[in-house]
Structure formats: C-alpha cells, structure tokens
C-alpha cells in the first residue's frame, strides 16, 4: 500500500493517526476561535445574566382568555402556567410587554380576568398594546378602560428603562386587511425618537408584525414603512410582535424584527394552509408550540437579546 | 499549482468565515439558532482556512467545500423556505451577503478544481 492519502485499499495506520490528527486540530482550532469571536462581539455579555445594572424583561403574547375549541381546550390554564414560569425566573424582570390579543373576544369580563392574571407578575411594571380581539366591537374602548392608562392617542405611548427607549404601538384599529398605524400615530412616533441620540438603542412594541410576514394573511403592517424611516438612524432597533403565534426572525438593515409566540394555541407556518385558523396539536405536542420571550440589554452591548423559551 | 489552489480556497474560505463573524458580531448573535450558527460557521471556516494553508490532506478540502455548501444552502433557505423562522431578502445585508456567496462559490469552484486535478493525475500515474 503506498502512502497515496486516497488509496482504494484504504489508509495505513500512519494515515489514519494523520488525519486524525488533522481533524483534531480543526476541532480545537474551532472551540477557540468560536471562544475568541464571542468575545469579541460580546465583551462581558456571558456576565449579563449576573449583571444587576442589565435591563431584562419579559414578552407574553396572544393569551386569549375566553378561547374554547380543541387547539387548546385551556387557554386561561396556559397563561397561569406562562405567568408562573416567568415568576419562577431567576431575576425579577424590569417589566412584562403583553403583545396583545390577550381576551378572545373583548368581553369585559376577560378583560377582568386578564388583568387579575396579570397582577399576580413579580415585576416592577406590566404594559400591554391590543391585539385585534381586543377591539372587537369597541375599537378598543373596554381595553383602553383597563390598560389605557397614561397612553395618548387610542393607546400607544412610549418610555425609557435602564437607556433603552421603548415605543409601543396599536395596529390593530382601522383594520382592513393588513395592520395599519395612521397618520396620528405615525407622526407621534416621528415626534417622540426626533429628541433621541442615534446610539439609543430602540424597541418598538406591536401586535401585528410591522413587516410583511405574509401579507396574504394580513401578517404585516401597511404603513409600517413611514414609522420605520424615522427609525433608520438608529444603530439599534428591535421590533416585538405577536399576532402570528409562532416565533419569526428577520433583518433588514439596523432593524430586526422577532415576532413572538402564543400562550394558547398555535397558528399555520404561512401559506401552509387556506387561512391562519388555529391548529390542534397531537396529545403531549401543544406545550412546545407555546412559550414566553426573555430580552436582556447590557449598555455597551450593539444590540439586545432575545431568548425564546417554551412554556414548561 | 495544486498549492496555489489550496491557498485561494482558504483565502475565499477566511473571507466567508470573516464576513459571516462580522455579521454575528453586528446584531445576528441575538438571533436564536442562526447567530449561533453564523458563530460556528466563522470559526469552523477559519479554522479549515488556517489547517488548509499549513497543508491539510484532502479531507480538508472536502470540509472546505462543505462548509462553503452548507452556507450557500443557509443563504438560499433563508430567501425561501425561512431557516428556523429566520428570514431575509435579496442580498441583504449588503454587502455581505453578495460578498459571502461569491466567497463560497469561489470555494467550491478550487475545490472542484483541486479534486479534477488529482483525480487526472492518478489516472496518469495509473496508466504509466
């Protein structure tokens, strides 16, 4: 057998402790450089979970108390676990972002409900923005009864925690087929980031995705596009929303977008069905299409991070 | 000639690996799975690039052209299908993302090149 490294007859034994040697080293050489590029892009961000100064919080989304029907025959069950999971979570979250949807079907009584629900959190605060099925019959009246508080307009606002501006929006009024902000809206969001420094980092809020999903759903947002102009300048931005009830990346540019699981029962990947109707999962299946979202920023850091966890 | 091929694939090969730590480092580390893997991309890539340059038998090469092929397929299921719920459009974000696909075929192409060689000069080898 000669030392030919493709032999027909197979390796030697020296061959063999070669290329094992050869894979070993690639092996090592990329633990380190994977150690060393993690570093780099993240100094200290393996810390942040010790970190007391990091903002953290927590994104639930689409809990819709009052849904009956076999996809999740208990939707207020799954919420309560949803809310004691991030109970249980090793550092009391700075807030909770509910995404909206949170009744199925906006009578007072879920409202009364959810927010009972909601008032067992162990956070310093809890914000919400409105689904669609919180504004059924009232364009939004009951809800803006009970989480309306302080917002201006028919309920968006936005606040600063820990050097990261957090603006949360309503898209889900004057609906036609996609989500849609308007011109008041739009111009509160121009107005509200113009005083702001280019290197704050931004987190927008909102219950319908505002990029195009799948606009055949109505999984986007019409003038979304007007609302992220004014946010092009910004070295960080992260759009958070629900509505689509399966977890969702995207880039474009300086924004990312994550779009956010449910708590209650999960929706069609895009165009894998005639109509985003809700799908029932075999026996045991439904807990792992459901979850809760961590997002922890640590100044200094280019961006935030988004940890998605299933409901335990 | 042969050295000359195996040195470009590694240059093409760092330069993806590079493109794809840039990425990681600017924002994609947040995304769950894909940062992760453009982390395992840039190092695996770096690491093949450097063992390639020190002389590397073939089993390197094909990992050269797997992980040039296994990133080309990320690239083209992102712009599809979606890739763990990860998607994107076109050749954004530019330029990376041209820059890297370009890297990533040049690699292929050296290895395809380096393989056709040695394949033609064992049949050399053999007949003689």
Redesign the interface.
Known sequence: MTEDDHSPEGMTRRQLLRHTAWFGAAVVLTVAGGEVISRVAGPGEALADDDPNALRFVQVSDSHLGFKGSANTAVEASFSRALGQINALGRRPDFVMHTGDLTHLSTAAQFDQVRQMMSTLDTGYTFTVPGEHDSIDDAGQKYRKIFGAGTAGDGWYSFDVKGVHFIALVNTLNLEKLGHLGPDQLEFVRKDVAKLGSDTPIVVFSHIPLFAMYPAWGWGTDDAAQALSYLRRFSSVTCLNGHVHQLFTKTEGNITFHSATTTAYPLPQPGTRPAPTPVTLPAGKLADALGIREVTYRAGQPGLAVKDVKLA | MTVFLRIATAVCLATSGYLH?QL?????????V?GPAF??Q???S???A??LVLG?????QL?AAGLAAGSLAGFVLSRTT?LF?????GF??APQALLSVLSEVAVLVFVGVILVR?NRQ?RIATAV
């Open positions: 730590a990681y480092a600017h924002g994609y580390h947040t995304i769950p894909i982390l395992v840039a190092a695996a770096f690491a093949v450097l063992l590397g038998p073939w089993l390197l990992a979606g719920g990860f998607s994107e459009t954004q974000p040695r064992r």
